[in-house]
């Protein structure tokens, strides 16, 4: 047997859950491909739009910072969004030398036509378990979430969508968005490098 085959993992052993977890990631990456190619974006680009829907209007610097590029790169980013119609620059109100990056209510309603039912229809489905089951099931994918975050090396950059993330604030978010309490959060694939 040589080195390399001593070194790949085998998931076939373990347990049907663990396995299930691995199909997720999988099906979560194809989800966001194929939302990605509607949109006509590509996954960093999408990662931006991701932010702009779940936070509102951002200036370029605390976009770059979200996600983790310099400022040429999320200036070729925002101008991307622009050319694509995803989004547009608007002064800052409360910094005259300042923009901010706006997403385009279209977009943001093309994105959420399809992130709401499948985020409706995965809600639904733990509610086909007991109070005592749906509690055990959140205990395990609580547990699963810190062993990922434990070998992921974790960053402070914010995602609003964690399911341990502050409340969103309503300040700076655009006029078009109004705040939505009851709003869905967006899925993301966070193991997978934008």
Known sequence: MSQSDQQTPSFGESHAATLLLRELLDVTEDFERTLGDELSVNPT???AMQHL???????????AERLELSSAAVTTVIDRLEALGHARRTPN???????LVVPEPASVGRAMSRIVP????????????????QAIITR?????????????HPTERPRPWRADAAP??????SAALPPDENAPTLPTNESSPS
């Open 45 to 47: 680009d999408l990662t």
């Open 53 to 63: 829907i779940v936070a509102g209007a951002l200036s370029p610097t605390a976009l």
């Open 168 to 173: 969103r604030p309503h300040a700076g978010r």
């Open 140 to 152: 395990y994918l609580t547990r699963v979430v810190g062993a990922y975050r434990g070998h992921a």
């Open 93 to 99: 109100p409360d910094d005259r030398r300042g923009t």
């Open 118 to 133: 499948m985020v409706t229809e995965v809600d639904r489905a733990i509610h086909d378990f007991t109070d005592d089951e």
